[in-house]
């Protein structure tokens, strides 16, 4: 499969970003994967995203480690060493961090239509979360986009603590600004309490946002500002 890599800043991290030709892809191009074996019942389209997913990964690791999969479809990340992935479309993108006990997060959504948006709305924020859009002073469907985004974000980052799925409820948007924003819990998870507050990073690049959760158990939710560069 064609693909290219390259990297941004983002809170301070490196994200590495790989671009992908999905049209080039072919079932041999798997054999690169150790765990090539468990894919061999996927679609075409997830065969290429993983892919593109691990590669990323094996960059942003530098030493060639491919992570492989866990009972739950997640990343298998080596010990000592937390990360995430995410791609759509003809992208994928990888973080790690080396900080021990951090959890990080990362996510990219091709920002919603404005009637998709008030379509779909209720499912991702209830009537108090619309109110924090309302005002944030962004059109409506970029911060939807953001918001649910940023949920993806927190619960991959949760997800090898809690080792369970979470739904759009269990966090709620409380604060947007023009560089991150803020989920609280809305019960108890993981050795948190209902209430804890985590900021997230975004930016957006054409017609998608990004954003990404670094968490630092040491210093709390961290609170960098983000910078982009190619």
């Given at each position: ?7 941004f800043?983002?809170a301070?991290?490196t ?6 030709d ?7 191009d ?5 765990h090539?074996?468990q894919?061999?019942?996927a679609?075409?389209?997830r065969k ?13 690791l ?21 990360g995430s ?20 997060g ?15 709305k209720d ?6 979360e ?96 983000p910078?982009?560069?190619?």
């Amino acid at each position: 499969m064609r693909t290219t890599h390259s990297t941004f800043s983002l809170a301070g991290h490196t994200i590495h970003l790989v671009t992908f030709d999905p049209a080039t892809f072919t079932d041999a191009d798997l054999l690169w994967l150790p765990h090539y074996a468990q894919l061999a019942d996927a679609g075409r389209k997830r065969k290429a995203d993983h892919l593109a997913g691990r590669i990323a990964a094996s960059h942003a690791l530098r030493d060639h480690t491919v992570p492989g999969i866990g009972p739950s479809g997640e990343p298998l990340w080596p010990e000592g060493i937390a990360g995430s992935i995410t791609h759509g479309g003809t992208q994928a993108m990888a973080v790690v961090t080396h900080e021990q006990h951090a959890l990080i997060g990362i996510d990219c959504e091709a920002i919603l239509p404005d009637r998709e948006a008030r379509e779909i709305k209720d499912g991702i924020v209830d009537t108090l979360e619309e109110i924090v859009l309302s005002r944030s002073g962004k059109p409506f469907a970029l911060a939807l986009t953001l918001v649910f985004s940023a949920k993806e974000s927190l619960f991959k980052a949760l997800f090898p603590r809690v080792k369970t799925y979470l739904g759009f409820d269990s966090a709620r948007i409380t604060h947007i600004n023009e560089e991150s924003l803020t989920l609280a819990l809305t019960r108890p998870l993981a050795g948190f309490d209902e209430g804890t507050p985590f900021t997230l990073h975004w930016l957006c690049d054409g017609a998608r946002a990004i954003t990404l959760l670094p968490y630092s158990p040491a210093a709390g939710p961290l609170r960098s500002s983000p910078q982009r560069s190619r």
